[in-house]
């Protein structure tokens, strides 16, 4: 059992910065992928990128990419989402999740475990 937890949501005003972490508190499998997800009240919970585990191989959706960096510190271990030119659409809850392999699927029904979330509220 993989038990995972994001930091580092907050407010901030439409056009502002906010940087997200997600932290294993049990041993990860050798390879896998981190995904980062958000849910905003009454929609479903989307994708918003991805790494793996191995390598820098990224993947972003449409709304985010230029916006939002998903990358390792220098040890390759806690992963992190950095997002700049905040959009009030982009308020939700922000989730990360982790599926074993490599493959930077963007479903959620393909990854195995799943953090709380954190808040990220954009004000305008």
């Known amino acids: 059992q993989v038990q995972l937890k994001e930091s580092g949501g907050g407010l901030v005003q439409a056009g502002g910065s906010l940087r997200l972490s997600c932290e294993a508190s049990t041993r990860t499998p050798n390879t896998y992928v981190i995904g980062w997800f958000r849910q905003a009240p009454g929609k479903e919970r989307e994708f918003v990128a991805a790494?793996?585990?191995?390598?820098?191989?990224?993947k972003y959706a449409d709304s985010v990419k230029g916006r939002f960096t998903i990358f390792r510190d220098n040890g390759r271990t806690t992963p992190y989402l950095q997002m700049n030119s905040l959009k009030p659409d982009d308020t939700a809850v922000y989730f990360c999740?982790?599926?074993?392999?490599?493959?930077?699927?963007?479903?959620?029904?393909?990854?195995?475990?799943w953090g709380q979330g954190t808040q990220v509220t954009v004000s305008s």
């Open positions: 790494i793996k585990s191995i390598s820098d191989d990224t």
């Open positions: 999740a982790l599926r074993r392999g490599v493959v930077l699927s963007t479903q959620t029904g393909q990854y195995d475990y």
